[in-house]
């Protein structure tokens, strides 16, 4: 009889223990249904950097580990978005961007946002030119849904690393609703910027990144993105720049000017090597040492659009017609060289040089 019963609890107990495990089979389905579909693809940089002690900070070797690895030592990634896909588009140390890498990543980013099971995508990158890449998806990719480029400033074996918290944030603001329409991100130190302002600031510390003069969108904090700003400027679903057909970037080079300057040298070699465009790193607002100048105004004769730009971090390089109406160049707004280089690279597919004021109606737009 004891026997007999306590198989009864014994089998009841199994017939409870499978209908529990079914509902909560049926509840982590339903959670998993109602998180995000993230990818995350791989460029390399130092948050996939190695060193060989955990104290070491300089000298590592970056792009060490694939993005795959680096998702993997973040186990907690899972329980705020699904990861539908970890894919390497490039390992390098972003010192090393080129455009053929830019023209992939947006064509991919651009491929898999169409797609309806993707909400948002996850670009870990190194950070010395992740304001380049970040400003040129801006302004190529075709979706309002999340871009997020993240990266670090301590390699992934050292103590207090900082790129596996900035991946997770990252992941929790592409994977958030209230991200939508912003446009391309980046991520560091728990704070969100604008692909269009940020910029590198310092050399080693974590909170190197800063939008100088525009601020922060905003922050990520305990797994919610909260945002304060908004860019008002044009990007994504609302540019006019498509890349889906391009193979080759219009080559635009950067002149840098400083006292004493031999720039005309540098202006003169550019346009030898087939430049289309040159942007001028200038002093203050844009200004133009007098010996640069005959150089800059033959290549604009030759059929190479110039803009000036400002070697200065904050503020802008406004119209002046002394440079501009008289002889046909650009101005570059708040565009660091940098980011005024991508802008002119992708006004280039549009317009020539001698169209310099339409150009110059995409750097007020852009
Ligand atoms: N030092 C760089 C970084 O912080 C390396 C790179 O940009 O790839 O990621």
């Known amino acids: ?59 590592y070797k970056a792009a060490a580990l694939s993005v795959d690895d680096i998702v993997k030592t973040i186990p907690e990634i899972s329980s705020i978005a699904n990861i539908s896909l970890c894919e390497q588009i490039a390992q390098i140390d ?18 898999l946002l169409s797609q309806d099971d993707i909400d948002g995508v996850v670009i870990t990158h190194g950070t010395d030119t992740m304001e380049e890449t970040a400003y040129f998806l801006n302004l190529t990719v075709k979706s309002d849904k999340p871009v997020i480029l993240v990266g670090a400033m301590r390699p992934n074996s050292a ?13 929790v603001v592409a994977g958030s609703k209230n991200s939508k329409g912003y446009g391309v991100m980046v991520l560091l130190n728990d704070r969100i910027f604008s692909a269009r302002t940020v910029t590198k600031t310092n050399t080693i510390l974590p909170s190197a990144f800063n939008s100088i003069d525009f601020g922060a969108l905003g922050y990520v904090v305990e797994n919610e993105p909260k945002f304060y700003n908004k860019p008002v400027r044009l990007h994504t679903v609302d540019s006019e720049f498509d890349i ?44 133009i040492h007098k010996s640069t100048m ?18 200065v971090a904050g503020g802008i390089v406004a119209k002046d017609k002394n440079y501009d109406d008289n002889f046909g160049f650009i101005s570059a707004d708040s565009l660091n060289p940098q980011k005024a280089k991508i802008l002119l690279q992708l006004a280039l597919t549009k317009y020539q040089a001698k169209d310099n004021k339409k150009i110059q109606e995409l750097f007020e737009k852009y």
Do not use: C
Request: aromatic fraction near 6%; hydrophobic fraction near 45%.
């Open 1 to 59: 009889m004891k026997i007999f019963i306590s198989k009864i609890l014994l089998a009841s107990a199994f017939i409870v223990s499978i209908s529990n495990f079914a509902i909560s089979a049926e509840i982590s389905d339903s959670a998993s249904q109602s998180k995000a579909n993230i990818a995350i693809l791989g460029v390399g940089g130092t948050i996939a950097g190695q060193a060989q002690s955990a104290a070491q900070v300089v000298g």
């Open 94 to 111: 972003s010192k090393d961007m080129t455009d053929f890498i830019w023209l992939t990543l947006a064509k991919r980013v651009n491929q």
């Open 159 to 171: 103590i207090s690393a900082d790129g596996p918290r900035n991946l997770y944030n990252a992941v």
């Open 244 to 287: 889906s057909k391009i193979k080759i970037l219009p080559k635009v080079d950067i002149v840098y000017s400083y006292a004493g300057t031999h720039s005309d040298e540098a202006v003169k070699a550019f346009v030898k090597f087939g430049a289309k465009g040159i942007i001028h790193a200038g002093t203050g607002d844009g200004s």
């Open 294 to 311: 005959l150089s800059l105004i033959e290549a604009k004769r030759a059929g190479i659009a110039i803009v000036r730009s400002t070697r």
